[in-house]
């Protein structure tokens, strides 16, 4: 793989560009451009491969529900978050309250904003300042920081999540403040990233926890499991089931427009592009990510496919 095959990737998705819109139910994320497309390839012993708006910082928005996840787990262990939330694709949108309005269920997976909502009060005695610096350590990028129009835009438009925060409250999986839960939610999504941020994330996961420069462990080896486990089954919301299919890759998508996706034992990709499709997912980022899955073979099934050996030469 060469920046001349990046290039090539983001062209054949540029077209796909005008097949969504901007994200606009967060006002501040409707200022971004559509046409706009970045890629970030970083494989865990090669050098970073880039195209086209690489460094366009945009706020990571979902995503940041991978790293709520890992930091839930590593600090409070797997009963803990899976009592809050179950490990199933859930097939609906990504603020969906149906289903879990039923007085038995609790929401599907912490990928969902119910799911991540309800994971997040787990964070709150680690707090806004060590999240940030964990979130820069784990993508090797010192300048992230919150973007203060995206938090202000979505604090005040928050009233669905309000309303699943309240609802997990009446559950028992808020116990204590749904406002403080939900400011540090809403904080962390408008944390602003770059497809090279989240390529070097990537890069962590693909690698069993271990930045790769610095030979550091930063995730315990069955967090990442889980939390890959989790991206492929249910980390771009309901298309996580097709996406499984056409591209194969352990992602997570936000609706600002970047994706995250892990080549496991290889490299991360971050790809940014705010023209969202339906379900909220980047639309010419996810061509591009089956473009480079299937040229490069990179679909974690066609590794594992025993291929039919080469008859021996006589
Ligand atoms: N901050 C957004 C929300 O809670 C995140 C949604 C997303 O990226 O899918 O609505």
Same mark, same amino acid.
């Given at each position: 793989?060469?920046?001349?095959?990046?290039?090539?990737?983001?062209?054949?998705?540029?077209?796909?560009?005008?097949?969504?819109?901007?994200?606009?139910?967060?006002?501040?994320? %409707?200022?971004?451009? !559509?046409?706009?497309?970045?890629?970030?390839?970083?494989?865990?012993?090669?050098?970073?491969?880039?195209?086209?708006?690489?460094?366009?910082?945009?706020?990571?928005?979902?995503?940041?529900?991978?790293?709520?996840?890992?930091?839930?787990?590593?600090?409070?262990?797997?009963?803990?978050?899976?009592?809050?939330?179950?490990?199933?694709?859930?097939?609906?949108?990504? @603020?969906?309250?149906?289903?879990?309005?039923?007085?038995?269920?609790?929401?599907?997976?912490?990928?969902? @904003? %119910?799911?991540?909502?309800?994971?997040? +009060?787990?964070?709150?005695?680690?707090?806004?300042?060590?999240?940030?610096?964990?979130?820069?350590? $784990?993508?090797?990028?010192?300048?992230?920081?919150?973007?203060?129009?995206?938090?202000? %835009?979505?604090?005040?438009?928050?009233?669905?999540?309000?309303? $699943?925060?309240?609802?997990?409250?009446?559950?028992?999986?808020?116990?204590?403040?749904?406002?403080?839960?939900?400011?540090?939610?809403?904080?962390?999504? %408008?944390?602003?990233?770059?497809?090279?941020?989240?390529? @070097?994330?990537?890069?962590?996961?693909? @690698?069993?926890?271990?930045?790769?420069?610095?030979?550091?462990?930063? $995730?315990? +080896?069955?967090?990442?499991?889980?939390?890959?486990?989790?991206?492929?089954?249910? !980390?771009?919301?309901?298309?996580?089931?097709?996406?499984?299919?056409?591209? !194969?890759?352990?992602?997570?998508?936000?609706?600002?427009?970047?994706?995250?996706?892990?080549?496991?034992? +290889?490299?991360?990709?971050?790809?940014?592009?705010?023209? $969202?499709?339906?379900?909220?997912?980047?639309?010419? !980022?996810?061509?591009?990510?089956?473009?480079?899955?299937?040229?490069?073979?990179?679909?974690?099934?066609?590794?594992?496919?025993?291929? +039919?050996?080469?008859?021996?030469?006589?």
């Amino acid at each position: 793989m060469d920046e001349i095959f990046l290039q090539q990737a983001l062209e054949f998705g540029q077209p796909y560009t005008g097949k969504g819109t901007v994200a606009s139910y967060i006002p501040e994320l %409707s200022k971004a451009d !559509g046409r706009e497309l970045g890629i970030s390839v970083r494989p865990i012993d090669g050098p970073q491969l880039r195209c086209g708006y690489w460094q366009r910082r945009f706020t990571i928005q979902s995503i940041s529900k991978v790293i709520n996840l890992a930091m839930a787990l590593e600090h409070f262990g797997f009963d803990a978050v899976f009592h809050k939330t179950k490990m199933e694709p859930s097939g609906a949108s990504f @603020n969906s309250m149906s289903r879990i309005s039923d007085s038995e269920e609790i929401p599907f997976n912490p990928l969902v @904003n %119910s799911g991540a909502i309800a994971v997040v +009060e787990l964070l709150l005695p680690i707090g806004l300042k060590e999240m940030l610096s964990t979130v820069r350590g $784990l993508c090797s990028d010192k300048d992230i920081i919150m973007d203060e129009e995206v938090f202000q %835009s979505e604090w005040s438009h928050s009233a669905r999540n309000r309303s $699943l925060g309240y609802l997990l409250q009446s559950k028992g999986l808020i116990e204590g403040s749904v406002d403080d839960t939900l400011l540090l939610y809403t904080q962390l999504c %408008s944390l602003s990233v770059t497809a090279d941020s989240l390529a @070097n994330l990537g890069q962590v996961l693909a @690698n069993g926890g271990i930045c790769p420069q610095s030979g550091r462990r930063l $995730l315990k +080896e069955e967090v990442v499991r889980t939390v890959l486990t989790m991206m492929l089954t249910c !980390g771009m919301y309901d298309g996580s089931g097709e996406f499984a299919v056409r591209v !194969g890759l352990p992602s997570k998508s936000g609706v600002g427009g970047g994706i995250l996706s892990v080549v496991p034992g +290889e490299m991360g990709i971050g790809v940014y592009g705010p023209s $969202l499709d339906s379900k909220g997912n980047s639309a010419a !980022g996810q061509k591009i990510l089956e473009y480079i899955s299937r040229t490069e073979k990179l679909h974690i099934m066609d590794r594992l496919i025993r291929h +039919e050996a080469p008859a021996a030469q006589i």
